[in-house]
């Protein structure tokens, strides 16, 4: 008897993509699995990548032939012979690819660099941040894609202002690069940097130790929208007057953390610049003057600003609020004058308000947090952390109100309960919450957020010492996209409850410290279930023998770090 034809082989190439661009991924991955069709479709239209096992990447790359972004940042066994043996390989086709993430691959040396920029001809992005190896004669190799156009370099310890100058010869149209920790990099390099690469839209200096004359170097680039400079511990106000009336297109600015900027720096680059939608300086100044806000009261498109470990008053924050109605984020953490009343106002002005920072802000209580939750009902994420007089009644407001409420950290704030998780489950587009060190919360209450919030991708509950074995199984069954979970010093959970985690088969980073409950049989049980497990920490975990680590030896093949 012969089987009926599927729908699907009715349907042309395009409808069929078409109708495979409106499923979400979870489906997507169902789909491919039970129709040739769908599963053609995914091998024509699949643009992104992230390759986990180097052994599969020539099969991949065949098999997906349209790719323009490659992401190789977790492939441990990448070097320089693989990416040679790829080379010679005729059957694979890396013309398309655009985009390349080379993020720790600390093996990918000079060599292997040359080879990958010989073969990706339209390659326009590239990051090698965090490749203690790179350095100039990398990025010698690395300036042979002429057609560079971002480039990610952060904490690429062994670059010099050589290498930097060989880059931005080949590459002479870069228009964002990031030098973050860089440490070997000086005026000079940034002044060849800023003569050169003229296009310049986006640069990132943070933590170098650059001086004012680099600062009067960025002044020139007529196109900067995006300058970040944090932690650059020899710029002072004098290097923020030359941006007043230099970087005319300047749009984004974070001082956060220069010891030398005071208010006087500040003003220098609002007065020069009334179209800024972006300042960070926290930790930079002391306090929130009557002379800064009457310049940001001329900041009309002002939609980001972190001012947090300034002294805010109420009447400050009152003026600050009222002029600035087009703020989207505010981080006022550890602004220990920051009362309900400013909080208050800033919530009736503000409805457009998406970010806030509230964290070590204690004087802040429940009447604030309803009021920022009945008025900004756009509010996608919000901290609290050491907000002690936080209650279950404000996060019963967050509940009834705020249901696009993404990331919610709620770490060491002794109000929250059973009833409290009771109402936070009510947001249930939840991604990230941190409950880290919140001692009333039981199985009773993480009972309701895994069962209500299924699309948590990220989970805090470190030293809650109050919930154990059942309340994980709940977080287990119900919550299994969950990605990366924190559970030290849960002393109460044992093998019984960690057994369960091997549900969570995306999970790639979890903490397990202190529980001296748990055994090999626990750890086997993860690492037979969790395959995408890439970092363990199992420090004082004193029951945990050998037969646990051969099973991560045998399962976790991605694994990168265990903490033991």
């Known amino acids: 008897m012969s089987t009926s034809p599927s729908i699907l082989s009715v349907l042309s190439e395009d409808l069929l993509v078409r109708v495979y661009e409106c499923l979400d991924q979870p489906c997507r991955k169902t789909w491919r699995l039970i129709s040739k069709d769908f599963l053609r479709v995914d091998s024509l239209t699949r643009t992104t990548i992230r390759i986990l096992r180097v052994e599969f990447l020539p099969t991949l790359l065949f098999k997906y032939p349209n790719l323009s972004s490659l992401d190789l940042s977790v492939c441990p066994k990448l070097d320089d012979d693989v990416v040679l043996r790829l080379a010679l390989d005729g059957t694979v086709s890396t013309l398309g690819i655009k985009s390349l993430n080379l993020s720790r691959s600390t093996a990918v040396r000079a060599r292997g660099l040359e080879t990958l920029a010989r073969m990706c001809h339209a390659l326009e992005r590239v990051d090698v941040s965090h490749c203690w190896g790179f350095g100039d004669r990398e990025a010698a190799a690395l300036s042979s894609a002429t057609g560079l156009r971002e480039l990610k370099m952060d904490k690429c310890l062994s670059l010099s202002d050589v290498g930097l100058a060989r880059i931005v010869v080949g590459c002479s149209n870069l228009n964002k690069i990031s030098l973050k920790w860089c440490m070997e990099i000086s005026d000079l390099g940034i002044d060849l940097l800023c003569k050169i690469c003229k296009g310049l839209k986006s640069l990132d200096v943070s933590y170098l130790k650059i001086t004012n004359d680099s600062i009067r170097s960025i002044a020139l680039l007529v196109k900067l929208e995006v300058l970040d400079m944090v932690s650059c511990p020899l710029i002072d106000d004098g290097g923020l007057q030359f941006l007043e009336n230099g970087s005319p297109s300047l749009q984004e600015v974070d001082v956060t953390r220069c010891d030398r900027v005071s208010l ?301």
Request: proline share 0%; aromatic share 6%; with cysteine.
């Open 264 to 564: 006087s720096g500040l003003i220098s680059i609002v007065r020069g610049h009334p179209d800024i939608q972006l300042l960070k300086a926290s930790h930079c100044v002391s306090e929130v003057s009557g002379s800064f806000l009457k310049y940001i009261k001329g900041l009309k498109h002002l939609k980001t600003i972190w001012i947090d470990g300034a002294h805010v008053s109420d009447s400050s924050l009152v003026s600050l609020s009222s002029s600035c109605r087009s703020l989207m984020e505010i981080g006022l953490s550890r602004c220990v004058d920051v009362t309900d009343i400013g909080m208050i106002s800033l919530a009736r002005n503000c409805l457009n308000l998406k970010t806030l920072n509230l964290a070590c802000c204690g004087f802040v209580t429940d009447v604030a947090i309803s009021a920022v939750a009945q008025s900004c009902r756009n509010l996608g994420t919000l901290k609290l952390e050491s907000c002690h007089l936080i209650t279950e009644k404000g996060l019963q407001s967050l509940g009834c109100y705020s249901k696009l409420v993404q990331e919610l950290d709620l770490t060491d704030c002794y109000g929250v309960n059973d009833r409290g998780l009771e109402y936070i489950s009510k947001c249930s587009n939840l991604q990230r919450l941190k409950l880290g060190l919140c001692t009333n919360i039981s199985d009773k209450g993480i009972f309701h957020i895994g069962s209500k919030c299924s699309k948590l991708l990220e989970l805090d509950l470190y030293r809650c010492a109050g919930f154990g074995d059942d309340g994980l199984a709940a977080l287990s069954r119900g919550c299994k996209s969950l990605n990366r979970l924190i559970l030290s010093y849960c002393c109460e959970l044992t093998d019984t409850g960690v057994e369960q985690i091997r549900q969570l088969e995306l999970l790639s980073h979890l903490e397990l410290r202190g529980l001296k409950n748990i055994t090999g049989v626990g750890l086997a049980a993860i690492a037979s279930g969790c395959k995408k497990l890439g970092y363990l920490d199992v420090k004082l975990c004193e029951n945990i023998d050998d037969s646990g680590f051969w099973a991560l030896a045998y399962f976790s093949k991605n694994l990168r770090q265990v903490q033991k």
